[in-house]
């Protein structure tokens, strides 16, 4: 199925199954992530009814109404201080079958423009380094990797490198 054909729109609580079965098979997939552990449609819900203000979920689905990726934007820090009021950090999951098809970059499009719009001027967010498609995705987005970190996520027992990454989503 061509990205033209995706739909792009903001989630609900009523998508949770739909993310949560997304989510879940890239975690049970074998694709690198961070994520180890498996999420219940109740527990996306609730993830979903409790974004902080400023936060959203896009996702892409197919005419027939199927949820084939999502991405999530929030705040990058919620402290008590505003200084980060501008960054953003961002998640990006799609099923194996629909990725190198667009489906990235059109959520990414739509959830910068969002951001941008929610007043946020860059997004900061973190990849496992040995995931090189993710990379490869993010470059092309016009991310660049601003750091590294060893052995910083334990997934399943083992120390994992992590690379962090940003991506201005306005000069200045």
């Given at each position: 199925m061509s990205a033209a054909a995706i739909g792009i729109r903001e989630a609900g609580p009523d998508d949770a199954a739909g993310v949560a079965a997304v989510l879940n098979g890239v975690i049970?997939?074998?694709?690198?992530?961070?994520?180890?552990?498996?999420?219940?449609?109740?527990?996306?819900r609730a993830y979903i009814e409790s974004l902080p203000a400023r936060s959203f979920v896009h996702v892409a689905?197919?005419?027939?109404?199927?949820?084939?990726?999502?991405?999530?934007?929030?705040p990058w820090n919620t402290f008590v201080t505003t200084a980060f009021d501008h960054v953003a950090t961002m998640g990006t999951y799609v099923e194996a079958r629909h990725r190198r098809q667009g489906?990235?970059?059109a959520l990414a499009r739509s959830s910068f423009a969002a951001a941008l719009a929610l007043g946020y001027h860059?997004?900061?967010?973190?990849?496992?380094?040995?995931?090189?498609?993710?990379l490869a995705y993010h470059l092309a987005l016009g991310f660049a990797v601003?750091?590294?970190?060893?052995?910083h996520a334990r997934v399943r027992g083992r120390d994992i490198d992590v690379?962090?990454?940003?991506?201005?989503?306005?000069?200045g």
């Open positions: 049970r997939g074998g694709s690198p992530t961070l994520l180890d552990t498996t999420f219940s449609v109740e527990e996306e689905e197919t005419p027939a109404g199927g949820i084939v990726g999502f991405q999530t934007v929030i489906v990235g970059a860059k997004v900061f967010t973190d990849l496992r380094a040995d995931n090189l498609d993710s601003v750091g590294s970190a060893r052995g690379l962090f990454i940003e991506r201005p989503l306005k000069e």
